[in-house]
């Protein structure tokens, strides 16, 4: 009974994650990352390659990135590596929640608009308004992947 009680008490706990995006912004909540933008608003798009290197890392190349508050992305993103990967762009403690959450659950689907799963040799895209000023992540939140070396930073800077 114990262990049932508990079941229901972690798969409440990842409902969220399932359904809500990236544990804030799906309730009615701001993210402080940004917000979904729209392409035709885009006024760069940044090209990013995730992929795996024979010395054992898991890559995105750049893995840094330079906005301006208020701008516009349209991060182009392609798989080239053999494995899947994701890009997810959040607050670090939110990376981090989310990274243990998967952890647990590597089989998590998503559906949320700071985020992508692409499978090798696949694209896609993720058009994003950065309305706040700051640091935050990226990150391939496939267990072992961020670990591995897949994360990087977007510096939001004020106007």
Same mark, same amino acid.
């Given at each position: 009974?114990?262990?049932? %009680?508990?079941? +229901? +008490?972690?798969?409440?706990?990842?409902?969220?994650? +399932?359904?809500?995006?990236?544990?804030?912004?799906?309730?009615?909540?701001?993210?402080?990352? @940004?917000?979904? @933008?729209?392409?035709?608003?885009?006024?760069?798009? %940044?090209?990013?390659?995730?992929?795996?290197?024979?010395?054992?890392?898991? %890559?995105?190349?750049?893995?840094?990135?330079?906005?301006?508050?208020?701008?516009?992305?349209?991060?182009?993103?392609?798989?080239?590596?053999?494995?899947?990967?994701?890009?997810?762009?959040?607050?670090?403690?939110?990376?981090?929640?989310?990274?243990?959450?998967?952890?647990?659950?590597?089989?998590?689907?998503?559906?949320?608009?700071?985020? %992508?799963? +692409?499978?090798?040799?696949?694209?896609?895209?993720?058009?994003?308004?950065?309305?706040?000023?700051?640091?935050?992540?990226?990150?391939?939140?496939?267990? @072992?992947?961020?670990?591995?070396?897949?994360?990087?930073?977007?510096?939001?800077?004020?106007?």
């Amino acid at each position: 009974m114990k262990a049932l %009680i508990f079941g +229901l +008490l972690v798969a409440a706990h990842a409902s969220p994650a +399932l359904a809500a995006g990236s544990h804030a912004g799906g309730h009615g909540e701001a993210m402080v990352v @940004g917000e979904p @933008g729209k392409k035709a608003q885009a006024t760069q798009t %940044i090209q990013v390659t995730m992929k795996e290197t024979d010395d054992g890392k898991m %890559i995105f190349t750049p893995s840094t990135f330079n906005v301006s508050k208020g701008q516009t992305i349209r991060f182009a993103i392609k798989n080239a590596g053999e494995l899947d990967h994701e890009f997810v762009l959040d607050q670090e403690d939110k990376i981090m929640e989310h990274k243990a959450v998967m952890e647990k659950f590597p089989d998590m689907e998503h559906d949320d608009p700071n985020a %992508i799963r +692409l499978a090798a040799g696949e694209s896609g895209e993720i058009v994003w308004k950065f309305t706040n000023d700051g640091t935050f992540k990226i990150a391939c939140l496939v267990p @072992g992947h961020y670990d591995a070396g897949m994360h990087g930073d977007v510096t939001v800077a004020k106007k």
